[in-house]
């Protein structure tokens, strides 16, 4: 489900949140006793309708504007407050890693210090990567608290946000455990995190962990980014994470519904710009600022089509390579072996035993 508003043709397609990431990022005011309705107001929010969104601009505005009142990252929610300047040494901490294995435990170390209430973790398992997150203590004594639930979603999204800023594209998370019950909201797990968000809710008296899964291979990763692309990245930082490597965002929705609707055919940029009536220049740049890439989008079109006509279809592997615009088979075998780490008829089989 996409939620998009647009007023009128003249307005760009604007990307909504969903009020219950609202309420959560809030829940750490009260221990502070400070009364959100003015900042609120200022930001023209109002969450008295729970069952309405907010454009995912303001929502970073209020991220932002939040770590800012109450000289904490982490939002009030912890025993300890995140101070201003964390997310920027977390950053600095993984620039100069070889890889995205590397720069995650540096993450890991370092959140250590300054968020000792969750403890994150890196694992390989059977050609899986899983980025774990483990209460150390039980952050509410109601599993379904608000601003435990945003506490999980959050630290994921940051987490994921900026590996994929750090490999300089999408990293597809495969699944996501989360441990609570699906919350009013889950609707946008798909947009933000996975189609294949699950919830397990924690037991009582234990505390939670989640588990997200994704390919190992996208550890091997190389950091791509330097000094400069750090400058203009924490240029509205942490808040603008909340606004990239979403699966919602206007120019990537285009761009993948036209590669979509040519295939077989591979369009390029330039046949992408001529379409749209923009400069190849133009398209790069918007792709770059919703924290994509026309390559990075050509890929996960393919890769996510490629899933599911292997488990949704009895169509042979030669087939769907010829329908995704593959040449040949070898070349689509080893594309899906890079995302997944497995060869497609090892996969079919893999999921085929599930059923």
């Not at 760009?12 to 609120?40: C, K, S, Y």
């Not at 945003?150 to 999204?157: C, I, S, V």
């Not at 699906?182 to 924690?202: G, M, N, V």
């Not at 120019?251 to 036209?258: A, E, F, G, Q, T």
Request: proline content about 5%; overall charge positive.
């Amino acid at each position: 489900m996409l939620h998009r508003t647009n007023q009128n043709s003249n307005t760009r397609t604007q990307t909504t949140v969903a009020m219950g990431f609202v309420t959560g990022m809030l829940a750490g005011l009260a221990r502070h006793d400070i009364n959100p309705a003015p900042l609120l107001a200022a930001l023209e929010i109002d969450i008295a309708d729970t069952a309405s969104r907010i454009p995912v601009d303001r929502y970073a505005a209020l991220y932002n504007r939040l770590n800012q009142e109450l000289d904490d990252e982490g939002f009030g929610l912890f025993a300890q407050p995140m101070r201003l300047g964390s997310f920027e040494f977390l950053c600095r901490a993984c620039l100069s890693a070889p890889t995205l294995a590397e720069a995650l435990t540096r993450a890991c170390r370092f959140l250590h210090i300054v968020l000792p209430d969750l403890a994150v973790s890196v694992r390989r398992t059977q050609g899986r990567a899983e980025l774990v997150i483990s209460e150390t203590r039980r952050l509410s004594d109601n599993p379904e608290n608000a601003g435990r639930i945003f506490a999980f979603e959050w630290l994921l999204r940051l987490l994921h946000g900026l590996s994929c800023w750090l490999a300089g594209r999408g990293i597809g998370l495969d699944s996501v455990i989360f441990p609570y019950r699906k919350p009013a909201h889950f609707a946008d797990y798909a947009l933000i995190f996975t189609e294949d968000s699950r919830f397990a809710p924690t037991l009582p008296g234990g505390n939670g962990t989640l588990v997200a899964s994704f390919n190992a291979n996208l550890l091997d990763l190389p950091v791509r980014r330097d000094e400069a692309a750090l400058t203009t990245f924490l240029n509205g930082a942490p808040g603008k994470i909340t606004t990239l490597y979403r699966r919602d965002r206007e120019m990537v929705i285009r761009v993948r519904d036209l590669l979509r609707a040519a295939l077989p055919d591979t369009l390029s940029l330039e046949n992408i710009a001529d379409r749209l009536h923009l400069s190849p220049r133009t398209i790069h740049r918007r792709l770059d600022e919703e924290g994509s890439s026309f390559r990075g989008i050509k890929d996960a079109l393919r890769r996510d089509m490629a899933l599911a006509r292997l488990t949704k279809t009895r169509d042979s592997i030669a087939q769907v390579a010829a329908d995704l615009g593959y040449a040949d088979t070898s070349a689509f075998y080893r594309a899906f072996v890079e995302w997944t780490g497995m060869a497609p008829v090892h996969y079919r089989r893999h999921w085929a035993g599930r059923d």
